[in-house]
Nanobody
Framework: QVQLAESGGGLVQAGGSLRLSCAAS????????VGWYRQAPGKQRELVAV???????KTADSVKGRFTISRDNAKNTVSLSMNSLKAEDTAVYYC?????????WGQGTQVTVSS
């Protein structure tokens, strides 16, 4: 059974940092494209950053220069380092793994940035 488990969310002041982690069980992360998405109240879920199985990364313009996605194949995890956090970064952050026409989602972790 495939499971994605996010961790590392919490409450932080504006300008602070958090590091989210997504741990996978049941799949080998290295052969999947893995992305971080977020959903704020009343808004649609949006892509934050994605790392392809080949290692290429893509980051949303709204977080470029502040957020970095990385993977640790030995630990079967993908992380999202978030710096210079802003109030508008407040959302539930979800991990997604995809390969061809298959995808799985984690349960999400709340990130709240106080201004």
């Amino acid at each position: 059974q495939v499971q994605l488990a996010e961790s590392g969310g919490g409450l932080v002041q504006a300008g602070g940092s958090l590091r989210l982690s997504c741990a996978a069980s049941g799949i080998i992360f290295s052969i999947y494209d893995v992305g971080w998405y977020r959903q704020a109240p009343g808004k649609q879920r949006e892509l934050v950053a994605v790392i392809a199985r080949g290692g290429r990364t893509k980051t949303a313009d709204s977080v470029k220069g502040r957020f970095t996605i990385s993977r640790d194949n030995a630990k079967n995890t993908v992380s999202l380092s978030m710096n210079s956090l802003k109030a508008e970064d407040t959302a539930v952050y979800y991990c997604n793994a995809a390969r061809f026409n298959w995808a799985a989602w984690g349960q999400g972790t709340q990130v709240t940035v106080s201004s």
